[in-house]
């Protein structure tokens, strides 16, 4: 890894990365853009984002700390905490690439072959390959280990039948993290099951499309009938699937740092929502005037105040030495639950307009709230629900016994 | 989607810690662990002082009475956000004494004492005499201001009328501070026990039977002129004061909340029904989670109300989040942890209830969440 840089280093590395943000970021494009990567409705909006994730990449803003011979910028992690650090700042639109360079990225980084390194790093930063994830089956969702999607080892191929589903970016991505079943012989059902990063365009793949709850698209179900890859897409070993997907659960819910940097998900502005309320009416007159709303206003800010203590606490070993890993993994339980309630919330504030929907002229913020707490669910359902999310608390950091 | 994570903190306050803080939690973490076992706990419940004078010594001669007083008087002089650790600490273990009714009247001198007051009553303090306030009345009201003893002019001195609730270790006090109007102005006296009568305290049957809290009556006690604390800065020492009160009520809860949870997970981790341990039953995980994710979100806002303690404006927000906080947390923890203990929860023999009462004592005293919740919508709002 690079040198650790001094402060006059990353004070100018941040007023470089600041002045070119402010030059670059993109103003509204008249159309609207997906708050999350996980709701890519049209072309138009891919195209944008593909090319907005291409220019920061080129600016060295993107996958800053990753080797060089990779395709990224050699630097300290740094370096990208302060290019992520300005990004959020200037509130552009998102990285596209989420599953590439936030889950498959660090994956291939940390346990990958040069060969995996050399072929799929900077196809990933600069949004050339769009990678999607193949975990959640149509009859297994939260119970992941019991993924059937076969995976037959033929010759130099493997020949995979089966079905993914929920596959955010899986009608436009060009590889999948994959996990199958390889066996049906192990000790218990976690052991058949293998790790690829496979192809997407490969014959006996057909993606269709799903509308989701709020009305847009972005996700898909993914058909494999007698599909043929590559046996070099496996990786590791067979049999070492379900280890390599918790690893990948694990970027994915936040208890490793993002080792590529940028975001994939708009942030909600919480002082947005005390806007919201300060222009909202009830009975002539303001609605912060009511003790009520006023009193779960308060308990929303105390909440928000709550994880953004957590998640800097979470690094000061000596406040969390009874339960070192906690805070981490509750992070994503809490966050999304609290996100899901207040986006309810900030419906309620808008009297008879909370039944207007999107693109409504009427519609307060063109819908903006509606959308948010519609989209809030993604995140409380995705990446393990919050029932499982409390499983795993409960096993993992209470200590307490498994079983259902 | 998620929040801007650092919208709020220029708001709200950040967190920091410092190393003589990490120090004293180390210290305080064996330390009541180890002079406050949960049947030492039972056995104080039936002594009438309520607490073991040999450990009160012993917290005396770590110094920790005079942890937030300055060297001159004879402390450390650190600060509140030193002691809090502590406070934890002793919420945790149940371990009760008068150390926390002892610093606040030590900040309640410091805020609106003189030279003389603070040079005679610091040292004290510090030294391991009991210092305590008797600031509630029979109205119930949390409004400090809220005062209708009185102290009239007469000859030299005052004289006093009205009556004190919730006095904390009146009995062993050398010193009580108590609140009262003179002329209609709202001001601090400073009332040595043994101007106070016998009978003029009778000790009251509180929820939390682990510590000791009497009702003072001040009818006809007198006391010298040099008594009253500066008229001036009297106000501002009741601001501080509810504070400091909540600072360490909200560490001791938090500590509280660790234990109430920890002691029903040890439970839920042994106990058998229908040939499963409890424990892997969701209806009963899921919620234990849910009271530790409030713990740990609790314990946030008290490490940020210590950090942030006597910042101006952020100080005041960030101490009651955290006892509004920490008041939801235990409230929660404790109630359930009576509840997934079934029948043997309901007896008086489970620990359960020993946190469940403890945390209705802390809401009572100072303010509960609701209560917090309002003071913060004015502040926030």
Same mark, same amino acid.
């Given at each position: 890894m690079a040198s650790r840089p001094t402060a006059a280093e990353l004070a100018e590395y941040e007023a470089q990365a600041d002045a070119w943000f402010r030059e670059n970021t993109p103003k509204d494009p008249g159309f609207m853009l997906p708050l999350t990567f996980m709701e890519v409705s049209t072309d138009q909006q891919f195209e944008f984002l593909c090319a907005w994730q291409r220019k920061v990449y080129e600016a060295g803003y993107l996958g800053a700390s990753w080797p060089v011979e990779y395709g990224g910028g050699g630097l300290h992690p740094d370096f990208q905490r302060i290019a992520t650090k300005v990004m959020k700042k200037y509130d552009g639109p998102i990285m596209l690439n989420a599953i590439g360079i936030g889950w498959a990225g660090p994956l291939i980084m940390d346990i990958g072959s040069e060969e995996e390194k050399k072929k799929y790093i900077k196809g990933m930063l600069n949004a050339e390959d769009i990678w999607c994830q193949g975990f959640s089956e149509p009859e297994n969702g939260s119970d992941l280990g019991n993924a059937q999607l076969k995976a037959v080892r033929d010759g130099d191929e493997y020949v995979l039948n089966g079905s993914k589903i929920w596959t955010s970016l899986g009608d436009r991505a060009k590889y999948m993290i994959l996990l199958a079943r390889t066996s049906n012989d192990g000790p218990n059902k976690y052991a058949g099951l293998s790790f690829f990063l496979s192809p997407m365009h490969a014959p006996g793949i057909e993606t269709r499309r799903i509308k989701k709850l709020t009305g847009e698209y972005g996700f898909v179900q993914c058909f494999f009938t007698d599909a043929r890859i590559s046996a070099e897409c496996l990786m590791g070993n067979e049999g070492d699937g379900w280890q390599i997907a918790m690893k990948t659960l694990e970027y994915e819910r936040g208890a490793k740092v993002n080792l590529a940097g940028g975001y994939f998900l708009k942030e909600l502005d919480a002082m947005g929502v005390v806007e919201l309320a300060r222009q909202s009416q009830r009975g002539g007159k303001?609605?912060? +005037? +009511?003790p009520v709303m006023k009193d779960r206003m308060v308990d929303f800010m105390m909440d928000i105040q709550a994880l953004n203590l957590n998640n800097q606490r979470r690094r000061m070993g000596p406040l969390v030495q009874d339960r070192p890993m906690g805070l981490a993994l509750m992070n994503k339980l809490a966050r999304t639950e609290m996100i899901r309630e207040l986006t309810e919330f900030s419906i $309620?504030?808008?009297?008879?307009?909370? $039944?207007y929907y999107v693109d409504d002229p009427c519609a307060v913020d063109n819908g903006y709230w509606h959308r948010s707490y519609l989209n809030s669910f993604s995140a409380t359902i995705g990446g393990g629900t919050s029932e499982i999310q409390r499983n795993i608390i409960a096993e993992h950091v209470l200590g307490l016994p498994k079983g259902r | 989607m998620a929040f801007s994570e650092g919208n709020l903190a220029d708001h709200l306050g950040g967190l920091s810690y410092s190393e003589e803080q990490i120090e004293l939690m180390d210290v305080a973490t064996s330390f009541c662990r180890d002079k406050s076992p949960i049947d030492k706990v039972r056995k104080l419940i039936a002594d009438e002082r309520g607490y073991d004078p040999a450990v009160w010594q012993e917290i005396v001669d770590l110094g920790w009475l005079g942890i937030a007083v300055p060297e001159a008087q004879g402390g450390v002089g650190l600060s509140m956000a030193e002691v809090a650790p502590i406070a934890e600490q002793m919420g945790r273990r149940l371990l009760a004494t008068p150390f926390a009714t002892c610093t606040i009247a030590a900040q309640a001198l410091l805020a609106a004492g003189d030279e003389a007051q603070c040079g005679e009553w610091l040292p004290r303090i510090v030294a391991g005499e009991v210092a305590t306030l008797a600031l509630t009345e029979p109205h119930g009201d949390w409004n400090l201001d809220h005062v209708e003893a009185t102290a009239k002019a007469s000859g030299d001195g005052y004289v006093l009328s009205g009556t004190k609730q919730f006095v904390t270790y009146a009995k062993d006090a050398a010193l009580v501070i108590a609140s009262v109007t003179v002329e209609g102005a709202v001001r601090l006296v400073l009332i040595e026990r043994s101007a106070i009568p016998d009978g003029a305290l009778r000790r009251e049957i509180i929820i939390d039977e682990t510590k000791r809290s009497y009702e003072l009556t001040l009818d006809g006690i007198t006391v010298p002129a040099s008594a009253l604390l500066d008229a001036g800065r009297s106000g501002t020492a009741l601001g501080q004061i509810e504070l400091a009160s909540a600072l360490l009520q909200a560490a001791e809860m938090c500590g509280g909340t660790q234990s109430a949870i920890d002691y029903t997970i040890e439970y839920l981790k042994t106990r058998k029904q229908f040939g499963k341990l409890i424990g892997e039953y969701q209806a009963l995980k899921h919620p234990i989670t849910n009271a530790y994710v409030g713990y740990e979100k609790a314990r946030s806002h008290m490490l940020s109300a210590a950090h942030n303690f006597g910042q101006q404006g952020v100080g005041e927000i960030a101490v009651r989040m955290a006892k509004a906080s920490a008041d939801k947390a235990y409230s929660f923890a404790a109630d359930r942890a009576v509840q997934f203990h079934g029948g043997f929860g309901f007896t008086h023999d489970c620990d359960a209830g020993l946190y469940r009462r403890s945390a209705i004592w802390h809401a009572s005293q100072y303010g509960d969440a609701a209560w917090h919740r309002a003071k913060l919508a004015d502040l926030l709002f």
């Open positions: 303001p609605l912060l +005037d +009511d $309620g504030f808008q009297g008879t307009r909370g $039944g | -």
